[in-house]
């Protein structure tokens, strides 16, 4: 059972790399995506926030959109650092599934993005298992497992 907790994050980390070499080429494709959240996300507070600071900006925050889940994909590859790369692949997923899920009209699509956010808490409280860096470098206990 220990070797699936290994599996798991390092799948978890191929989830991340896949989208984030999506955009190594280039981002321009996100910028109508940023652009159209503000108009359909329904939080109060977030949907002004995407309007005022997020939109204007795309640029600045597709790219550290990608940094981010290149950064995630691998720590969570390699094992280490794994429940602060955990945690902010959490904290990525979470952004996604608040403001890019709403552009699907589909409901059933947007558990996608949801599924991100629990895959990654998944990692967070499992930790990183028996095949990891974080055991060989005796990381501090709570960014190991």
């Keep these: 059972m220990d070797a699936w907790t290994s599996v798991f994050r390092i799948a978890v980390g191929g989830y991340w790399l896949y989208f984030a070499s999506q955009k190594w080429t280039g981002v321009e494709w996100v910028r109508p995506l940023i652009q159209k959240a ?3 996300n329904p939080i ?15 640029f ?3 790219v550290l959109q990608t940094a981010g889940e290149t950064t995630v994909a691998v720590l969570l ?3 280490l650092f794994t ?3 955990a945690l902010l692949g959490l904290l990525l997923a979470a952004g996604l599934a608040l403001t890019i ?3 699907d009209a589909d409901i059933g ?5 949801y599924l991100a956010v629990l895959v990654n808490a998944q990692v967070l409280f499992a930790g990183a298992g028996p095949l990891a860096l974080d055991r ?3 990381g501090r206990r709570w960014l190991a497992s």
């Design 38 to 40: 503000p108009g359909v």
């Design 44 to 58: 109060p507070g977030l949907h002004e926030l995407l309007a005022v600071l997020v939109a204007p900006n795309w």
């Design 60 to 62: 600045i925050f597709a």
């Design 77 to 79: 590859i390699l094992g």
């Design 83 to 85: 429940r602060a790369a």
């Design 101 to 103: 899920a709403f552009l």
């Design 109 to 113: 699509s947007r558990w996608l993005y």
């Design 136 to 138: 060989r470098f005796g």
